[in-house]
């Protein structure tokens, strides 16, 4: 039972302690929840009392508004109806995180991915959709580029009496609707457990909270303290490390990294403050050197000081790389430590970039630079060579602004006055093959 004053007290403190936290680290992304579930549920009451919960303490929040109730087709029992709601759904969402991403801490869809897989199900089950359709359209929607990018899905679910009884509770009718009958709940709740056990991996964390029993204030309380403690270990950046004691002995600043060696070693993930500051932790740091097919050209930038500690071996200087460390995300779906860091490198230079490449991690260089404060951030770096004529590379305003983006030429280098650190000085010798005088 809510103590209205306590309750709502614990809450504020909460929230606010998280986004103090939040504000302390460099925005990459909103935190993306989903919410889906049993038709009158409570799900629109709870995302409304979340919404303006969230917004009055400070967070900057965007809602996805649910588009079955302006879907042009009229047949709610067509696949193509499921079908126009969740690309209208994911085309919002992809808008945002594409060209609005560091405008919203919380972005909350109400019926998203997930929601459209369940019905798709149901459908199959009914035989209105058959089994082909089905696994094509449960792949689309479940493509890592989509799933990867919610990190809750909360289902509210309650059972058909209890949703009926709502349903009714303020008509002056007792007629039932297409979706609002007994036959069509207990069957999609069914089809709701059902794609749970099935497809509960391809998602950071599915939450499934029971309304029947409880009242509305006290549903849209429980969702907003588990998405407050949720939202504590999402803002608490996990990042990937070696135990030192596992790894073959780092001897020189640069070698071939063997592929087996570098997919037997076991990576664990922990709270980064923590990683920094543990000797004994490496931390691969998968890099990309952009450059240009011949390799005559490659992409450089300046970090700006904000994004840059005082002492850092890359402040003030100039970098031929582009990456940054595993995060605990990136391991979702991949089974491997190579498909691993192809998906962390892959984000980071969409995230810094804005730019679409898929590394290809069969022949990383380790450059490990044992003259940096604590020497255990061991670089994982790959040659990526794209066509500078169409690339478009847009810095993202916070560590990179698009005026310290270049594109350097071999002929330019020598007697230029760039500084390039240690680890850029090891790739324009050794991946560029470039001399630097």
């Known amino acids: 039972m809510v103590s209205i004053a306590s309750d709502i007290k614990r809450l504020e403190s909460l929230a606010q302690a998280l986004l103090a936290e939040k504000r302390s680290y460099r925005a990459r992304r909103p935190i993306v929840i989903e919410f889906c579930g049993t038709p009158k549920a409570g799900k629109s009451s709870c995302i409304g009392s979340l919404v303006i919960f969230l917004k009055r303490n400070g967070f900057k929040v965007k809602v996805l508004t649910e588009r079955a109730s302006v879907c042009p087709i009229s047949n709610k029992f067509d696949p193509n109806f499921n079908v126009w709601t969740g690309c209208s759904a994911l085309a919002e969402l992809m808008?945002?995180?594409?060209?609005?991403s560091k405008m919203y801490d919380v972005i909350i869809m109400d019926r998203g991915v997930f929601d459209a897989v369940c019905w798709f199900h149901w459908q199959k089950s009914r035989n209105y959709l058959d089994e082909n359709h089905y696994n094509v359209f449960r792949d689309f929607f479940f493509a890592e580029r989509w799933s990867a990018r919610i990190d809750i899905v909360y289902i509210l679910g309650a059972d058909a009496k209890t949703a009926l009884d709502r349903e009714y509770a303020n008509l002056l009718t007792r007629k039932t609707g297409s979706v609002m009958n007994r036959s069509v709940i207990t069957s999609y709740n069914q089809s709701i457990n059902e794609c749970v056990n099935l497809y509960e991996s391809k998602f950071r964390q599915i939450r499934d909270i029971r309304t029947d029993d409880i009242s509305q204030n006290q549903v849209s309380y429980d969702v907003t303290i588990d998405i407050l403690e949720a939202l504590g270990e999402l803002?608490?950046?996990?990042?990937?490390?070696?135990?030192?004691?596992?790894?073959?002995?780092?001897?020189?600043?640069?070698?071939?990294?063997?592929?087996?060696?570098?997919?037997?070693?076991?990576?664990?993930?922990?709270?980064?403050?923590?990683?920094?500051?543990?000797?004994?932790?490496?931390?691969?740091?998968?890099?990309?050197?952009?450059?240009?097919?011949?390799?005559s050209k490659a992409l450089i930038v300046r970090k700006t000081n904000s994004a840059t500690k005082k002492g850092s071996a890359e402040?003030?200087?100039?970098?031929?790389?582009?990456?940054?460390?595993?995060?605990?995300?990136?391991?979702?779906?991949?089974?491997?430590?190579?498909?691993?860091?192809?998906?962390?490198?892959?984000?980071?230079?969409?995230?810094?970039?804005?730019?679409?490449?898929v590394p290809d991690f069969s022949d990383p260089l380790c450059i490990f630079d044992r003259s940096r404060p604590n020497a255990n951030h061991m670089a994982l770096c790959v040659l990526c060579k794209v066509d500078f004529e169409t690339a478009q590379f847009k810095g993202d305003g916070v560590e990179f602004r698009d005026s310290n983006l270049k594109i350097i030429k071999?002929?330019?280098?020598?007697?230029?006055?760039?500084?390039?650190?240690?680890?850029?000085?090891?790739?324009?010798q050794q991946m560029l093959e470039w001399t630097f005088l």
């Open 235 to 295: 803002i608490s950046e996990k990042i990937g490390y070696f135990d030192r004691k596992l790894l073959p002995n780092i001897e020189s600043d640069y070698f071939p990294y063997s592929i087996t060696a570098l997919n037997k070693a076991p990576l664990s993930y922990g709270r980064r403050n923590e990683v920094e500051s543990n000797p004994a932790l490496i931390q691969p740091i998968p890099i990309a050197v952009i450059a240009s097919h011949d390799l």
């Open 95 to 100: 808008h945002i995180l594409s060209n609005e």
């Open 315 to 357: 402040r003030n200087k100039d970098l031929f790389y582009f990456g940054g460390h595993v995060r605990l995300e990136d391991s979702l779906g991949h089974d491997s430590n190579l498909s691993i860091f192809s998906n962390a490198l892959a984000r980071e230079i969409k995230e810094e970039l804005g730019f679409d490449y």
């Open 410 to 428: 071999q002929i330019d280098l020598r007697g230029s006055r760039l500084s390039p650190e240690k680890w850029s000085q090891i790739i324009i």
